[in-house]
């Protein structure tokens, strides 16, 4: 493959000098591209997963425009931008058939894997709540549904059932599998309270783990990133998943499973800024349902490492073969910890909009 050929397709100033891997996320490839005027971000979309790429680009499309149509003259370099290609398209295709896109660079910035701090904790929780507030008057229509059921936990459980019976690795992993097939029938409720329309879907992130957010060097929030699964869903998937990936006290592939827990001084200080924010718009139905988020959507992540494991790796990125079957691990221990804290957990949340 020639990077250099997919990148003088895209509007770039300068002369490209240089490519460097960007080691972050389990689907997409990245480079930070260096010219001798600016810097990018070049991805290769994994089609396999996305297979509308037409669709996922409009949708992203739709999302920068309308947050760059929020943000003030002097922030305008700190969201994201697409570079379009030289064609006037939002992504390029290549001969070989692999589709790319590029952003601009946000410079100063950086990302983490878990929050070393409080003020990160809170301005995460502050970012979360912005980036629900700024779409919640995203213009209709709905956004394109790229990933239909992605956080549709019934669904995600019978995935795994289906693993099972097609693979016999599982014997390896009975207690895991046991574990979270006896949680089963207590994970239904955010999709319920849903379907009875007692919380209403909004435009969420859907993948709203610490490792999407970048931070400045004083470890403000700088924007939002990797806005690939943004679509309608519940408030309460994205606080699930900003506590399930920010307030763990070890990484997602930590093989000392005993370093695990969930770090409470964290949540407080996230929750205290996800609700600054929120409670300008967020229903007392919803605000109840958030810890709920945090449970299920710890839930559904080790279900899918597990599939995944089971399945043969084939959906997430891997360093090793058991890496999927670690992750497992940490998230079945990280979600005992949520479960025997829940009700402290949940106090801490209604007290918060009070």
Not at 57 to 73: A, F, G, M, P, Y
């Amino acid at each position: 493959m020639d990077i250099t050929s997919i990148i003088q397709a895209f509007k770039i100033e300068g002369n490209f000098i240089a490519s460097e891997i960007i080691n972050s996320g389990y689907i997409n490839n990245t480079y930070k591209i260096i010219t001798s005027d600016e810097s990018y971000i070049l991805q290769r979309i994994n089609n396999h997963i996305f297979k509308d790429v037409d669709k996922l680009s409009e949708n992203i499309d739709r999302i920068t425009t309308h947050i760059q149509s929020k943000t003030s003259k002097e922030k305008q370099g700190k969201v994201l931008i697409i570079i379009p290609t030289k064609g006037g398209n939002k992504y390029y295709k290549n001969n070989d058939g692999s589709f790319w896109r590029m952003f601009n660079y946000i410079h100063d910035s950086k990302t983490i894997e878990t929050l070393n701090n409080e003020k990160q904790a809170e301005s995460l929780g502050r970012a979360f709540g912005n980036y629900h507030k700024v779409l919640s008057d995203l213009p209709m229509p709905k956004l394109f549904d790229v990933l239909p059921d992605f956080h549709n936990t019934p669904k995600r459980i019978e995935q795994l059932k289906k693993a099972i019976n097609q693979n016999n690795k599982h014997i390896r992993v009975k207690d895991q599998v046991d574990y979270l097939l006896s949680l089963a029938s207590e994970m239904h409720e955010i999709i319920t309270l849903g379907n009875q329309q007692k919380i209403p879907l909004r435009t969420i992130h859907q993948d709203a783990k610490v490792g999407n957010i970048l931070f400045n060097q004083n470890d403000e929030i700088i924007c939002i990133i990797d806005l690939d699964t943004t679509m309608s869903g519940y408030l309460a998937y994205d606080f699930g998943d900003a506590v399930r990936t920010g307030m763990n006290s070890a990484s997602e592939g930590e093989q000392n499973i005993s370093k695990v827990s969930l770090e409470m001084d964290l949540f407080k200080a996230f929750t205290k800024g996800y609700a600054l924010v929120s409670k300008k718009f967020i229903t007392p139905e919803e605000v109840k349902s958030l810890m709920l988020g945090v449970k299920i959507i710890t839930y559904e992540q080790a279900l899918r490492f597990l599939t995944d494991y089971l399945n043969n790796n084939v959906y997430y990125k891997i360093e090793y073969q058991e890496h999927n079957l670690v992750r497992t691990k940490v998230q079945i221990a990280l979600l005992k910890d949520i479960i025997e804290n829940f009700k402290k957990m949940n106090d801490f949340v209604i007290t918060s909009y009070r």
